[in-house]
C-alpha cells in the first residue's frame, strides 16, 4: 500500500463492498483519495487513526461486518474499535 503498487486497481478490488474506510497518512506518497473516487460517497479516507476509528465507530452498526487489513499493529486499532462498540452497545 505505501509503494502505491495497486492504487490504480483498488477502488475496483473494493467495488462489492458497501463502504471503505482507508488510513492515508500525509506521508503516504500518492493520493488515496482519487484511487478510490469509482466508489463515489462509499470511499472515506482518514487521515490519522483517531479519524478513522471515530468514522468506524459511526457507521458500523449491530449486524454489520467489519474487516480490518493491516500489515502491523495498525495503532491498536482492532481493540480499540472493538472496544468502542462494545461501550456504545452498553449504552444502547
Same mark, same amino acid.
Given at each position: 500500500?505505501?509503494? @502505491? !503498487? ?8 473494493? /467495488?462489492?463492498?458497501? #463502504? !471503505? ?13 482519487? #484511487? ?8 472515506? !479516507?482518514?487521515?490519522?487513526?483517531? $479519524? ?6 459511526? $457507521?458500523?452498526?449491530? @449486524?454489520?461486518?467489519?474487516? *480490518?487489513? #493491516?500489515? %502491523? ?5 482492532? $481493540?480499540?474499535? *472493538?472496544?468502542? *462498540? %462494545?461501550? /456504545?452497545?452498553?449504552?444502547?
Amino acid at each position: 500500500m505505501r509503494a @502505491g !503498487v495497486h492504487r490504480d486497481t483498488l477502488a475496483d478490488s473494493l /467495488r462489492g463492498a458497501d #463502504s !471503505v474506510w482507508l488510513y492515508a497518512p500525509a506521508d503516504l506518497g500518492w493520493d488515496a483519495a482519487q #484511487s478510490l473516487a469509482a466508489l463515489g460517497g462509499r470511499a472515506h !479516507v482518514a487521515r490519522d487513526l483517531d $479519524e478513522l476509528l471515530a468514522g468506524l465507530g459511526a $457507521e458500523l452498526r449491530a @449486524g454489520d461486518h467489519a474487516l *480490518l487489513m #493491516s500489515n %502491523g499493529g495498525f495503532g491498536g486499532l482492532h $481493540e480499540r474499535l *472493538l472496544a468502542a *462498540l %462494545g461501550a /456504545r452497545a452498553a449504552h444502547a
